[in-house]
């Protein structure tokens, strides 16, 4: 690729200039309190805005947060986010109370040599996720006025041609951040040539949202273990029984064609963690595939599954991991996601988590991040690359 870096800018000097940082700090809050569960985002982008701290830059810290609808909403304010950001660089982080407004221009004409500013939820000004470019280009006119330099460090959000993303590097001298230079790196090891055998381990809820993967992977993977809700479907497909399972009856002949074509090479749940309701104190028992009670539902794949997993998993060299295997916050059925997980860390390979649930699992659950290769922080993004699909965000620094 054919993209500057942040210590391309450096070299050239940023002390005293503006320099406007895409980031990506879309973190969980609880919803009682509003703190935040799990700041794995912000740390990942310390060393980006470390380096242009430590240079005397300007920083303009702007970023995401959850849905909100094209107008402010209190419940995806960043201010929670600036208070984090701030105690992890140890200095106050100034904090606008809207993006390009009043607020945003004047702590953005406040800041000192070395200062950070967070402009507050990009989302919540129509313009970031226009579709008319008209509308997305006025709102990228205002953000860009903001640095003389712009640098993306949100790989969560380069697969999306929002106006922070896609537009504002059109309009400033730009540069790919530290953290998006190392996504890249690593996810082009598994789309190149990587290390045999390859294999993928595939969760979460729906089919749907893992086809397009599965079907850019499935020539290139040596096993591709699939667990999680979408194992539902697969196993329907083998014309099992599957109670009030998770089920995309939609998806249950494609599924069949897949396994059909894949020669062997994907592996299913051989027993699963059945219950009686969708709850944390939900009775419950394992069960074989084929025992499956009509009136049951799976939500967790059982210990001979993760023991087949895990023998599929020490004999690789290259393993992507993307997607839970059951659902993980409630303890009585984390024991799949957690198995997988701690077979992956002992495996003699290099190990990528392909973000969203599955790095969330990995906090929440305490393993050492430092076992795995690299922890992604794009689940979408990362799932999209490997799918060959070309990214407007990369694209843009790329221009």
Request: net charge negative; with cysteine.
């Amino acid at each position: 690729m054919s993209i500057r870096t942040l210590d391309d800018l450096l070299a050239e000097g940023v002390s005293g200039r503006r320099v406007l940082v895409r980031a990506d700090l879309n973190v969980p809050l609880d919803k009682q309190t509003g703190a935040i569960s799990d700041d794995g985002r912000i740390r990942a982008v310390l060393p980006t805005l470390g380096a242009l701290v430590e240079a005397g830059a300007k920083v303009v810290v702007c970023s995401h947060l959850g849905r909100p609808k094209g107008a402010p909403d209190p419940q995806f304010s960043l201010r929670p986010v600036a208070g984090r950001l701030g105690e992890l660089l140890g200095a106050p982080v100034h904090f606008a109370t809207d993006t390009v407004g009043d607020s945003a221009r004047s702590t953005v004409a406040d800041l000192a040599d070395g200062q950070v500013a967070l402009l507050e939820n990009l989302r919540f000004n129509a313009g970031e996720t226009s579709k008319d470019e008209a509308e997305r280009g006025a709102f990228a006119d205002q953000l860009a006025a903001f640095g003389d330099a712009y640098v993306d460090d949100a790989f969560g959000a380069v697969h999306r041609k929002h106006a922070s993303v896609f537009d504002v590097p059109a309009r400033l001298p730009h540069v790919a951040g530290r953290l998006v230079l190392r996504e890249v790196e690593v996810l082009s090891k598994l789309t190149g040539e990587p290390e045999r055998p390859y294999v993928v381990v595939l969760g979460g809820s729906k089919v749907s949202d893992k086809l397009a993967v599965i079907e850019a992977l499935l020539p290139t993977v040596d096993r591709l273990l699939i667990g999680g809700g979408m194992c539902f479907t697969f196993l329907k497909a083998q014309g099992l029984e599957v109670g009030t399972s998770l089920l995309e009856k939609d998806m249950v002949e494609t599924c069949r064609n897949l396994l059909e074509r894949s020669g062997g090479k994907i592996l299913l749940p051989v027993d699963v963690v059945v219950a009686d309701a969708f709850a944390p104190d939900a009775a419950h028992d394992t069960v074989r595939v084929d025992g499956i009670p009509s009136h049951r539902l799976g939500l967790d794949v059982g210990p001979e599954t993760v023991a087949g997993f895990t023998a599929a998993l020490s004999q690789a060299k290259t393993i992507f991991w993307n997607g839970p295997m059951g659902v993980f916050e409630m303890p009585a059925f984390a024991a799949g996601t957690r198995g997988i997980a701690e077979a992956i860390t002992k495996a003699d390979a290099f190990s990528v988590v392909g973000g969203g649930d599955s790095a969330a699992a990995v906090r929440a659950l305490g393993l050492d991040e430092s076992s795995f290769g690299h922890i992604s922080t794009g689940g979408g993004a990362s799932l999209e690359y490997l799918e060959g699909k070309a990214l407007p965000g990369i694209a843009a620094l790329e221009n």
